[in-house]
């Protein structure tokens, strides 16, 4: 009786007893159980070790001086080495080489884990298989974790690293794990499998398998019309629950330069909404167009729709504001909500509430963009981003790292913008060049025309937990926040207490920006090609990318596109280089010439930049320009640097 009564001290004091081990499928499970998003990860530590220039530069993977730890005799480049209890649960690299990577896992002498660093994304090695591994939009990425009880060093056996970044997290004192080996069981195969079935499946789909996923699922259905000025009630509920899908019809209504329709949550007796947000901004509209299908939340079959778990503790209220834009006519719009709930209350002790802050704002030079800036006990689980740059070119502006501060020290610091979001490699094609939309993360847009991009990254089993503070921002530019720009950001995190955030919702910043200057690249313009054109890409202008070289025949043509420019009458301008062997040009609307004939030859190489070649009236039907060439013998080369058009 005395041991009994002993060992049941032994185990109140130390926990031990009834300690579950955490195993690969615990992490895996978070993938495709969402009802546990809002759980607290208390007193663990999320981190990042990334190649980040630690001076302060841009030469963050470029040159491989901050891509290791350590280089050991056999010149092997340590790139990890963290002790204590956790998981690897995210590696991302634009640059995978063919070395090999060797993990070694607590005490073992040889390698648990010895790979070719592609095979960490091609879906060639089982477990680091679709979707949790992959690569797209420019970028490579492994989210399948990897649990050490006392020790993790990763060692690539190649002679130079160049850009990664690799998260982990470490539990709590006393946790005991079950290590990563090469040995997968039937658990973790079902779970990959649950994962792939979930994140592959349409919105009505998802919709679905997450309701059916929780016992006691209730569903409100509303239409209603809303016209500026109005506010519409769409949920109401006086007692504790959680709402676990948002679902709002025809997500075309959005889809507008004005973003004039607000999405206000509120939780209990809060005085401020939880979700204070342009309909398009919170579920990944950008620049007017829908562009987001994630997992949690976008627009898809032409519904906007969230399965983001809310729990709150005694009521909730959802309602939808029309506000007035002084410079549109707003007319009346028809909207239909279905809101999925349960009337199981938030778990206080183990859950936060859910939150969203919206910052939009011209950057301030020498300041970063700030995602969020809050106390409180939390985590922080994912970010959209459309940013805009103020002067035209290149999209320079996405140079700029994130970084993040926890419970007062420095957790993460990122390597570029796009790498934030799992892409890379801005501008190229194939990369970081338009939107695409995958469960995690994405591009949302990627126009040089505009000078504008945007992203999305929501975070599962990284999600950066605080227990006092957190602040998150990202930098506009390589260096020093000098690359001027607008920045509209939606955070989405849960915390223990409501926040004073306010989203100053106004005329100006509710309102997608459209430059009166716009510049028409080669790298990314939508051309046609005429008879017996010769066209090589070049890089003769590093500042805004790649040049055309033309070889063209007489009365050659090149039509440029230009569906995308709003209708109005413009100036045109044309720059290019005058070279030995250049021949004439000359700049058509269809059959009506709105430039005179030009000279491109000279002795020597010379730019011509913005020469100023004659007015243009864009409208939806007559939409492009072409330029047409005259030669003679070998007197047939053309090099065009740009367009540029400017709003009369």
Not at 60 to 80: E, K, M, P, T
Not at 566 to 580: E, H, M, N, R, V
Not at 611 to 637: R, Y
Request: net charge neutral; charged share 20%.
């Amino acid at each position: 009786m005395r041991l009994i009564f002993l060992c049941s001290l032994l185990c109140a004091a130390t926990g031990l007893c009834a300690q579950k081990t955490v195993t690969a499928v615990d992490e895996l499970k978070q993938f495709y159980n969402i009802n546990e998003l809002p759980a607290y990860r208390s007193n663990t530590y999320a981190a990042q070790v990334s190649t980040y220039d630690t001076t302060g530069g841009n030469n963050d993977g470029f040159g491989g001086q901050y891509s290791f730890i350590r280089r050991n005799a056999d010149s092997s480049l340590v790139i990890f080495d963290v002790k204590g209890t956790g998981v690897v649960n995210r590696i991302w690299t634009p640059t995978p080489t063919t070395d090999t990577l060797d993990f070694y896992i607590d005490d073992a002498k040889q390698p648990t884990l010895s790979i070719n660093y592609m095979d960490l994304f091609s879906g060639k090695v089982y477990p680091f298989v679709q979707p949790l591994c992959g690569n797209q939009v420019g970028g490579y990425y492994c989210y399948f974790p990897i649990l050490f009880q006392k020790h993790c060093v990763i060692v690539s056996r190649g002679k130079k690293m160049m850009f990664h970044q690799i998260g982990y997290r470490l539990y709590n004192k006393g946790t005991i794990v079950e290590p990563f080996t090469t040995n997968i069981g039937d658990d973790v195969k079902n779970a990959l499998n649950a994962i792939s079935g979930l994140w592959n499946s349409n919105e009505v789909h998802k919709a679905k398998a997450i309701a059916a996923s929780n016992a006691g699922t209730k569903i409100t259905d509303t239409s209603f019309s809303i016209k500026p000025g109005d506010t519409r009630q769409v949920f109401a509920l006086n007692t504790g629950g959680r709402i676990t899908g948002i679902e709002i019809s025809p997500s075309s209504s959005f889809a507008s330069l004005y973003k004039n329709i607000i999405m206000r949550v509120f939780w209990d007796d809060e005085k401020l909404p939880a979700i204070d947000c342009p309909v398009a901004d919170f579920f990944g509209f950008a620049f007017g167009k829908p562009s987001m299908q994630s997992l949690l939340a976008g627009s898809e079959n032409n519904i906007c729709y969230s399965f983001i778990p809310m729990p709150f503790d005694k009521k909730a209220r959802i309602e939808f504001s029309y506000v007035n834009a002084k410079d549109s006519a707003l007319a009346s719009v028809g909207l239909h909500a279905k809101i999925y709930y349960t009337l199981q209350p938030r778990k206080a002790d183990k859950e936060g509430k859910f939150y969203a802050y919206r910052n939009s704002e011209k950057t301030k030079d020498g300041q970063p963009h700030v995602f969020l800036n809050i106390q409180g006990k939390g985590h922080y689980i994912g970010t959209v981003l459309q940013a805009q740059g103020l002067h035209t070119g290149m999209t320079i502006f996405f140079e700029g790292d994130d970084s993040t501060v926890i419970d007062n020290t420095m957790r993460f610091h990122g390597t570029g913008s796009e790498d934030y979001f799992n892409g890379g490699w801005y501008a190229l094609l194939n990369r970081w060049d338009s939107k695409m939309s995958l469960p995690l993360h994405g591009a949302l847009d990627y126009s040089l025309a505009f000078a504008r991009t945007g992203g999305y990254r929501f975070y599962f089993t990284d999600k950066m937990s605080f227990e006092k503070n957190i602040y998150h921002s990202i930098e506009h530019g390589g260096e020093h926040n000098a690359v001027p720009g607008l920045y509209t950001s939606v955070s989405y995190f849960y915390c223990d207490r409501p926040q004073q955030l306010s989203s100053s919702i106004t005329n100006e910043n509710t309102k997608v920006y459209i430059p009166d200057t716009i510049n028409i690249y080669p790298q990314f313009s939508s051309v046609e090609i005429g008879s017996d054109m010769n066209i090589k890409t070049v890089w003769d202008n590093n500042d805004i990318g790649q040049s055309f070289d033309i070889t063209a025949p007489d009365n050659g043509m090149l039509k440029v596109n230009l569906g995308d420019i709003p209708a109005g009458y413009y100036k045109l301008f044309i720059s290019y280089a005058k070279q030995p062997g250049g021949c004439d040009f000359s700049i058509w609307q269809r059959q009506t010439q709105i430039a005179g004939w030009h000279s491109s030859s000279a002795n020597d190489k010379q730019k011509v930049k913005d020469m100023f070649a004659g007015d243009i009236h864009i409208t939806e039907l007559n939409n492009a320009a072409t330029i047409q060439f005259k030669t003679a013998g070998e007197a047939n080369k053309f090099l065009w640097i740009k367009m540029m058009l400017v709003k009369k």
